[in-house]
């Protein structure tokens, strides 16, 4: 049986805790999190828990909950010093999935988890998580750091967030709606967003043998390629949200694991298609580029990456030139990229022609 020296003692350090190390966060953290404080906090950081009260503008209020993580592009951005953007994407992705049923998002609460703790890495992760909440409109009123020395290799960690929105009663978007010669609008996306990073690691190694290839630093259409890969999510809340006051909104899509094929049919009701049309929008050159190097079918593209589309709306013909127009005035790229149209008998749910 092992045993201590006589006189020695063990401290939280010695096996690989620095509980000074996590309270130094904690007081980093608390400015990034004040700049993104809204109606309805009651407390800031540091508590047990964290209370938001429901705006009281709401009568019939529905909470609306979403969970994601950033999955393994935390991967290319240890390789490449990407911690600043990574927060982003993690916002992003809870965010616009409680978006498609027209929820606003109320506040946002993340999990960040490594072995050892490195201060300057961790406060530049929540520094982005800071400004995708910005981007939402959401508060940052809590979460978990862990520093689980073994569970994870020096340098590395894992993200988790977790989004509450709202929205009335009467006002959910649940695609029932749709119906065919409706059209559908797709939003650009800001790159491969979140998704499909473990195949786009494949084809980098693929390509160059190493994510850390020296080529990572090339100019890539005006940018290095490390920029492109690393793009983070778009975040679409201030636009959609302004186009459902806007006009009525049938059906909302994020486009995020499964792609265009996948994503698509979770809002449609039965015995209808989305018929999208491929030339109705611009593919980015990362994904020419993936295609290229790693030899994928357009099939494969279409049910693993976004292809350039990140959001989805459905709406009614007569309100698809106004909604264009105020997708537009708030920044979005916009693109009328197919319609609704009846289902044939044994057909996807969903196919690009």
Same mark, same amino acid.
């Given at each position: ?109 993340d999990y960040f988890a490594c072995g050892r703790l490195d ?25 978990? =750091?862990? *520093?689980? %020395?073994? !569970?994870?290799? &020096? ?7 977790? #989004? /509450?929105? $709202? ?42 043998? =190493?994510? *850390?290839? %020296?080529? !990572?630093?090339? &100019? ?7 920029? #492109? /890969?690393? $793009? ?122």
């Amino acid at each position: 049986m092992g045993s201590t020296q006589p006189g020695s003692s063990l401290s939280y350090r010695d096996a690989g805790v620095d509980i000074d190390a996590g309270d130094a966060l904690v007081e980093r953290i608390k400015p990034l999190a004040r700049r993104t404080m809204r109606e309805g906090v009651l407390g800031g950081i540091g508590g047990f828990g964290a209370l938001f009260e429901v705006p009281k503008r709401y009568r019939e209020p529905v909470l609306v909950s979403g969970t994601d993580g950033v999955g393994t592009k935390l991967k290319l951005a240890f390789a490449l010093d990407g911690h600043d953007t990574v927060g982003i994407d993690l916002v992003a992705m809870s965010v616009n999935d409680i978006l498609v049923q027209g929820a606003e998002p109320l506040f946002f609460l993340d999990y960040f988890a490594c072995g050892r703790l490195d201060v300057d890495i961790a406060a530049r992760v929540v520094g982005g998580i800071a400004r995708g909440c910005e981007q939402a409109g959401c508060a940052l009123i809590g979460g978990e =750091t862990a *520093e689980m %020395p073994g !569970m994870y290799p &020096d340098g590395e960690y894992d993200l988790a967030g977790f #989004a /509450v929105g $709202a929205v009335e009663k009467s006002a959910i978007i649940d695609g029932t709606r749709i119906a065919a010669g409706d059209v559908v609008l797709g939003l650009a996306s800001s790159g491969a967003h979140s998704n499909g990073y473990s195949l786009v690691r494949r084809v980098i190694e693929r390509a160059w043998g =190493t994510i *850390e290839a %020296p080529q !990572m630093n090339d &100019d890539f259409h005006g940018g290095r390629f490390a920029d #492109a /890969v690393l $793009a983070p999510t778009r975040i679409y809340v201030r636009a959609v949200l302004g186009l459902i006051r806007g006009v009525p909104v049938k059906g909302i899509a994020h486009i995020t694991g499964g792609g265009l094929l996948e994503n698509v049919p979770r809002v449609l009701p039965g015995g209808l298609q989305a018929l999208l049309h491929r030339d109705a929008w611009s593919m980015p050159p990362l994904f020419s580029w993936l295609q290229r190097h790693g030899g994928i079918a357009d099939a494969e593209m279409h049910r693993v990456f976004n292809c350039g589309i990140g959001m989805v709306v459905i709406v009614d013909a007569a309100d698809a030139a106004a909604a264009e127009a105020m997708l537009a005035d708030a920044g979005e790229t916009v693109q009328r990229i197919g319609s609704i149209v009846a289902r044939p008998a044994g057909a996807a749910a969903t196919v690009v022609v």
